[in-house]
């Protein structure tokens, strides 16, 4: 059974920064294309970074472009996602959840299109920017 359990998240003001992790239990990390996704109060769900399982390729959608930086340590099982000169649109709740592989990325919108591989979702973890 996939696990997944984002953490990082908290209040910060405007212009500073959070780093986000994301510990996956139940596949072979490895394997997998991980993306970052967010979900804002009364928006739907946008996709924000996608990384393949080399951690080779990066994408992200225009919204967080040049502040945002994808990772990971295959390793520890561990997605991450550094981020930058926070703003106040980018309150939302953040999960990762696998995905396709890259030629399928896209972009869509202000986000981008990571395509959900597992719809195994964990609890998310809470980002809130004070402007």
């Known amino acids: 059974q996939v696990q997944v359990m984002e953490s990082g998240g908290g209040l910060v003001q405007a212009g500073g920064s959070l780093r986000l992790s994301c510990t996956v239990s139940?596949?072979?990390?490895?394997?997998?294309?991980m993306g970052w996704f967010r979900r804002a109060p009364g928006k739907e769900r946008e996709g924000v970074s996608c990384?393949?399982?080399?951690?080779?390729?990066?994408d992200y959608g225009d919204s967080v472009l040049g502040r945002f930086t994808i990772s990971r340590d295959n390793g520890k099982n561990t997605l991450y996602l550094q981020m930058n000169n926070l703003k106040a649109e980018d309150t939302a709740a953040y999960y990762c959840?696998?995905?396709?592989?890259?030629?399928?990325?896209?972009?869509?919108?202000?986000?981008?299109?990571?395509?959900?591989?597992?719809?195994?979702w964990g609890q998310g973890t809470l980002v809130t920017v004070s402007s």
């Open positions: 959840a696998a995905v396709l592989s890259p030629p399928h990325w896209e972009p869509r919108g202000s986000g981008i299109y990571c395509g959900l591989l597992k719809d195994t």
């Open positions: 139940g596949l072979t990390f490895e394997e997998y294309s």
């Open positions: 990384i393949s399982w080399t951690g080779d390729t990066t």
